[in-house]
């Protein structure tokens, strides 16, 4: 299990955020540094560092946080133009907050996979 983060917090309420989407499982809000007209970060609220650390059991919940993509993107209005899931692993990955999450960027042509 992970230590408490800064997406920890959020879910809790002990830090505001613009959240979007909230149920059992996960927690969606904007990112507070966006890169495209629709930033979204959806969070687990399993206390998992990284895609490293995922195994069998928490298949349901990782799960959730493509169905809460779809649903948001839909609320978006990016869901027919189209969008793009990001999910970064440790530091070759870019991951900034070990608190395993998904972005959702949408909203204007991203273009080519910049690698
Ligand atoms: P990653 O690099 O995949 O770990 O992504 C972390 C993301 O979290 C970055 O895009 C940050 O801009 C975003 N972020 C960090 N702190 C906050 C916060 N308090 N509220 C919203 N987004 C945040």
Do not use: W
């Amino acid at each position: 299990m992970a230590k408490e983060t800064i997406f920890s917090k959020i879910i809790n309420g002990d830090v505001p955020a613009d959240i979007v989407y909230q149920d059992d499982l996960v927690t969606a809000f904007r990112d507070i540094n966006p890169k495209a007209p629709s930033h979204i970060l959806i969070v687990t609220h399993l206390l998992l560092p990284s895609v490293n650390d995922a195994t069998a059991e928490h298949e349901l919940a990782l799960g959730r946080l493509f169905t809460v993509a779809a649903k948001i993107a839909q609320q978006e209005g990016i869901d027919q133009n189209g969008y793009r899931l990001i999910v970064n692993c440790n530091y070759h990955g870019g991951q900034e907050v070990s608190h395993f999450h998904m972005h959702l960027l949408g909203g204007r042509p991203l273009g080519p996979m910049v690698i």
